[in-house]
């Protein structure tokens, strides 16, 4: 009899805590998701450093190194008739540059954290899985169509992003939702997609200029023009997936248990993965079809700040942008005065990476 009770009250109380989750919000089933004593904080205030100098690096180096202080004043606008030249170098060609990497790793690295969470899939990233090649046709198509319309490539890239992703789960889930037929999925579709980005630039060869760079990618031929309209979708969408962050952690315990909070997963689900098309989609209209960022800035940042996503996400974000300037930094330098694209660089050190986490799967 005793027994008997004391099952119905542990019954009560799972029944009480369960509805006490669902009403007081979804926020409060993820606090031990972060171990307490890793230093998030002074891992993000490390890593903002660490930016801070790649940024000015990359402000410095390149095939004329320049000191720091000729480059403050050229920022400033206080360069003498003797330092005009400089000038122009930082102010129309490596701030536009060094702008541009900062966005696109951010945007990338923060877009392989939200996808590789809502897949709950590893080895997901936004050039795996069809993303970066989606919004590489879309940028190909709006160039086709609309040459003149630079502002469109944005939205045309994203279109393009969020299809392809959409078509990837697609194929997976009727294929049978394993991680390895995720990947197969994303490897067939982004080869399709590149065919038909290859067939654009057949029937229309002016549609991109500079193609190569663009397949391989590259921020060479990187401007202002190019970079402002997608920074206005970037920084816009990174304030969101930080809104979203609570959802996303609950996203991450399970379809069921996120049911049972209460979470409307299908419209949350899809809610990220638009935004994480966008930030990929986004990156891909300035700086072409670069690899590997949004695979291995999230694995790091995972280890070094835990897995909740109000410190995930900007981890991802800040070593995304960390990665590909000193990657474009050292393309610049390493065979100076030639200059390797930045794609040739993240592949070289991307490629085992993603082969040595294949491998680390497939034992787990």
């Keep these: 009899m005793e027994n008997d009770t004391k099952a119905r009250i542990l019954q009560s109380r799972g029944r009480d805590g369960r509805q006490d989750g669902a009403q007081h919000g979804r926020r409060s089933s993820i606090q031990g998701c972060r171990p307490p004593n890793r230093p998030g904080a002074a891992c993000l205030a490390g890593l ?26 050229a920022l400033l606008g206080m360069g003498t008739d003797a330092e005009r030249a400089a000038a122009d170098i930082v102010c129309y060609v490596r701030l536009p540059r060094t702008a541009g990497c900062l966005l696109a790793g951010a945007a990338l690295a923060a877009s392989g ?89 057949t029937l229309v060869p002016d ?70 098309a966008a930030l990929a989609g986004a990156a891909v209209s300035f700086a072409g079809l670069l690899g590997f960022v949004g695979l291995v800035a999230p694995h790091i940042a995972r280890r070094l700040v835990g897995s909740e996503a109000r410190r995930l996400l900007p981890g991802a974000a800040l070593l995304g942008a960390l990665l590909l300037t000193l990657c474009d930094v050292a393309a610049r330098v390493l065979f100076a005065p030639f200059e390797l694209p930045v794609g040739i660089v993240l592949s070289l050190a991307g490629g085992p990476f993603f082969l040595w986490l294949l491998l680390r799967q497939k034992r787990g």
């Excluded at 959409?166 to 490897?187: D, E, P, Q």
Aim: charged content about 10%; glycine content about 10%.
């Design 113 to 201: 954290a939200v996808i590789q969470t809502v897949l709950a899939n590893p080895l997901a990233a936004p050039n795996i899985i069809g993303v970066n090649a989606g919004a590489g046709l879309g940028v190909a198509a709006c160039c086709a169509l609309a040459p003149g319309a630079a502002a469109l490539t944005p939205l045309a890239a994203f279109w393009g992003a969020f299809g392809g992703v959409s078509l990837v789960i697609a194929l997976s889930r009727r294929a049978g939702a394993s991680r390895m037929t995720l990947v197969l999925a994303g490897v067939a579709v982004s080869g399709m997609l590149s065919a038909g980005v290859d067939l654009v630039l």
């Design 48 to 73: 903002t450093a660490a930016v801070l100098c790649a940024a000015a690096l990359s402000l410095c180096l390149g095939a004329r190194q320049l000191a720091p202080g000729a480059v403050l004043r």
């Design 207 to 276: 549609a991109l200029v500079g193609y190569s760079d663009f397949r391989i990618g590259g921020l060479a031929q990187v401007s202002m023009n190019k970079v402002a309209p997608a920074a206005w979708v970037i920084v816009p969408c990174l304030a969101a997936l930080m809104l979203l962050a609570g959802e996303l952690d609950v996203l991450a315990l399970g379809e069921d248990v996120a049911h049972s909070l209460g979470l409307r997963v299908r419209a949350v689900r899809l809610a990220l993965l638009a935004l994480a």
